[in-house]
């Protein structure tokens, strides 16, 4: 059974920073291509940031250059690291593979918070 369990959010002032982890089981974060989401309130939900197994990445453009994503294949873990954070940044998170995402499968997410 795959479970992938978000943590790392909180509140935060403007121009902060956090990082996010996903702690993937039953799937291996580096055969996978994983991808960040986020919903924030009263929006759709929408891809932030994408990693390929190969390790390629790619960004929405409202987070590049202030966002990263990484992994560590020895944890099975999925990092995004958020600086220069803004109160549009406020959302919940999600991690998820494409596949889990369009079957509609979802974990609980982690929420973060920009504001002062």
């Known amino acids: 059974q795959v479970q992938l369990v978000e943590s790392g959010g909180g509140l935060v002032q403007p121009g902060g920073s956090l990082r996010l982890s996903c702690a993937a089981s039953?799937?291996?974060?580096?055969?996978?291509?994983m991808v960040w989401y986020r919903q924030g309130p009263g929006k759709q939900r929408e891809l932030v940031a994408i990693?390929?197994?190969?390790?390629?990445?790619d960004y929405a453009d409202s987070v590049k250059g202030r966002f990263t994503i990484s992994r560590d294949n020895t944890k099975n873990t999925l990092y995004l690291q958020m600086s220069s954070l803004k109160p549009e940044d406020t959302a919940v998170y999600y991690c998820?593979?494409?596949?889990?995402?369009?079957?509609?499968?979802w974990g609980q997410g982690t929420q973060v918070t920009v504001s002062s």
């Open positions: 998820n593979t494409p596949y889990r995402a369009s079957s509609n499968d």
């Open positions: 039953g799937i291996l974060v580096r055969i996978n291509t």
């Open positions: 990693m390929t197994t190969g390790g390629n990445t």
